[in-house]
């Protein structure tokens, strides 16, 4: 269980779990997993998955809710009890939708190694979506049927689990492939896990997981285990429903209130939506942390890869010491591994909005900066283009060229979206 207050009391498990970009994995799996409170049926669901492709089978689900239920937990969850699996992680990023097929990229990029091996057809597809090759705009059926061929292929020896997280944030065409390969898994011993706020057409098919608020009396054990006092009756009362059994809200909010306000409750009804509040409540957790720690946090809010050599380099032109994570993973808000994950997006959101214009600008100057413009020059337009605070024709010159690779690659409406940027 991660506790990000050891100094208070430990908290229930539902904290909304970590967000991630890509990785690879064999699943650690095995011994005791903490319980998820109230969420009996939804981690049923996901083992009787996970036991079907343990022996053969394979199957997709997709978990849907607003921000704060519980989406990236059960996710983790299933990270956990995939014993023996291989395990792939990945995670939209709102800044990233504009890049056609970045999110499949994210999925199948520790999968690229059996990429010469698919037929030709499908191998062309898939290196001109992903940008290693030019070519004609690639067929989405072919680009998803390479996608569907690589995770078969890497579950020959191992069974596979993929959890994509935030999949709102993906690209159309993303979504629209990791949908082609949920309906289309057989015998092929995949699990697809895929995690959303909404519904969208792109996912239709897909069997889903709608995740609602915690019952009442779960919602009370889960307030009661992160309250180092108690509420006022009344005030816990009013709590729990303006919460409306929102885990994240429960373990999150009550830190945001004054003394006064928890012998009052008037801050519960400011109006506000409960995204909006939770994410305040993570803003004023940032803002007491020492400035070098907020000004890396910023640099890894600006970066949708999570790569932490990438983020490094960054810090570095910025001249930040690489150690200025060390009060943010203390303080739980996130985690620095081979990858650097929020504890959640809402994280991300109030840390990149909380900076003023010229500190963003700043730290896409610097992503810019040591982004590769040979490996990823659609990233590094974008960043440029971020760090602009006035016409520049030379970076509009640059969006136009990524507009034109991103038709290219069957990505019409983000080439409109660099189109409009260059313009602008």
């Excluded at 062309?124 to 992903?130: H, K, L």
């Excluded at 005030?235 to 929102?246: D, I, P, Y």
């Excluded at 030379?394 to 038709?407: N, Y």
Aim: net charge negative; aromatic share 4%; with cysteine.
């Amino acid at each position: 269980m991660w506790n990000p207050r050891p100094d208070r009391r430990e908290r229930a498990t539902q904290d909304g779990g970590l967000s991630g970009q890509a990785y690879s994995d064999t699943a650690a799996g095995g011994g005791w997993q903490p319980p998820l409170l109230g969420r009996g049926d939804e981690s049923a669901a996901i083992d009787s998955l996970l036991d079907g492709v343990r022996k053969g089978a394979s199957g997709a689900l997709l978990i849907r809710g607003e921000p704060g239920l519980g989406k990236s937990t059960l996710l983790g969850y299933a990270a956990q009890a995939a014993d023996g699996f291989r395990l792939i992680r990945a995670s939209g990023v709102e800044g990233e939708i504009e890049l056609p097929y970045a999110g499949l990229q994210h999925v199948c990029a520790a999968l690229m190694d059996g990429i010469d091996s698919l037929p030709e057809p499908q191998r062309e597809a898939i290196s001109v979506a992903f940008g290693l090759r030019a070519g004609e705009t690639p067929d989405r059926f072919l680009v998803g049927l390479a996608a569907l061929s690589l995770l078969s292929a890497a579950a020959e020896d191992q069974p596979l689990l993929v959890l994509v997280d935030d999949t709102q944030w993906l690209g159309s065409a993303s979504r629209q492939a990791l949908a082609f390969v949920a309906r289309r898994l057989g015998a092929d011993s995949v699990a697809l896990l895929l995690a959303a706020r909404e519904r969208t057409e792109d996912l239709d098919g897909v069997p889903e997981l709608l995740l609602s608020g915690l019952p009442d009396a779960d919602a009370r054990k889960l307030l009661d285990a992160v309250l180092v006092g108690r509420f006022d009756e009344p005030v816990r009362e009013r709590f729990l429903a303006e919460t409306r059994g929102n885990p994240l809200a429960l373990l999150e909010l009550p830190w945001t209130l004054t003394p006064a306000e928890e012998a009052s409750g008037l801050a519960l009804h400011s109006g506000v939506p409960l995204s909006g509040r939770i994410e305040e409540s993570f803003r004023r957790r940032v803002e007491p942390l020492p400035e070098r720690t907020r000004q890396l946090m910023l640099v890894a809010a600006a970066d949708p890869v999570g790569d932490t050599m990438l983020l490094y380099r960054a810090a570095d032109r910025l001249g930040i010491p690489r150690d200025a994570a060390d009060a943010a993973e203390e303080a739980g808000l996130l985690e620095l591994r081979e990858r650097l994950t929020f504890r959640h997006p809402l994280v991300r959101s109030a840390v990149y909005r909380s900076a003023s214009p010229q500190e963003r600008r700043r730290a896409h100057a610097a992503l810019a900066d040591v982004t590769d413009p040979a490996l990823d020059p659609d990233r590094k337009a974008w960043h440029r283009a971020q760090a602009t605070a006035a016409p520049d024709e030379d970076v509009a010159g640059e969006l136009e060229r990524t507009a034109e690779r991103a038709q290219g690659r069957g990505g019409l409406a983000s080439a409109a979206a660099f189109l409009e940027q260059a313009a602008s």
